[in-house]
């Protein structure tokens, strides 16, 4: 078992409170060749930040989709209309 302690701390020293921030979630995906004896569930929300250098063929994949996504955001909102 395992737990995390989240601390977001500005430049100046200020500490961000706790009661802003979302439950971390973990996110796993096991090496190439690995097998599971059991199916994992549904796992969404807010990774770990990396360095895109190591990242998986998969989150690769998936951050080029993601970004894709943003960049293709015509709403009012959407990346375009900040971008103009």
């Not at 302690?5 to 973990?26: D, F, M, R, Y």
Request: glycine share 10%; hydrophobic share 35%.
């Amino acid at each position: 078992a395992f737990f995390l302690k989240v601390s977001v701390v500005a430049v100046n020293g200020t500490v961000l409170p706790p009661s802003l921030l979302h439950e971390p979630t973990i996110l796993y995906e096991p090496g190439v060749g690995h097998h599971e004896d059991h199916e994992s569930g549904s796992l969404a929300g807010s990774g770990v930040r990396k360095d895109v250098n190591t990242l998986t063929t998969a989150e690769t994949d998936n951050l080029r989709r993601a970004l894709r996504g943003v960049k293709e955001d015509h709403g009012h909102n959407g990346f375009q209309a900040i971008a103009a």
